[in-house]
Nanobody, 112 residues
Framework: QVQVEESGGGLVQAGASLRLSCKVSGLDFRLFTMGWYRQATGKSREFVADINSAHSMKYSSAVKGRFGISRDNSENMVYIQMDTLKPEDTGVYYC??????WGQGTQVTVST
């Protein structure tokens, strides 16, 4: 059974940094693209970033240059480093594995 679990969210002020973590179990992690998505209240879930098995990364235009995605295949972990956070980055952040399994999400709130 595949399990996806995010952690690391919290309440921070604008301009601060946060690092989210995602632990995956139950699949051959190193083979799959891993992605981060977010959903603000009243809005649709949106793509944030992903990283494939070759460590090639993609970012949404909203976060490019501020966020950095990485993975540790030895630990089945994927991370997203979020710098220069803005209030519009507020939302629930979800991790998704390459088979379409989602975690429960972790709340990120950026205050002005």
């Amino acid at each position: 059974q595949v399990q996806v679990e995010e952690s690391g969210g919290g309440l921070v002020q604008a301009g601060a940094s946060l690092r989210l973590s995602c632990k995956v179990s139950g699949l051959d992690f190193r083979l799959f693209t891993m992605g981060w998505y977010r959903q603000a209240t009243g809005k649709s879930r949106e793509f944030v970033a992903d990283i494939n098995s070759a460590h090639s990364m993609k970012y949404s235009s909203a976060v490019k240059g501020r966020f950095g995605i990485s993975r540790d295949n030895s630990e089945n972990m994927v991370y997203i480093q979020m710098d220069t956070l803005k209030p519009e980055d507020t939302g629930v952040y979800y991790c998704k594995d390459g088979m379409g399994n989602w975690g429960q999400g972790t709340q990120v709130t950026v205050s002005t």
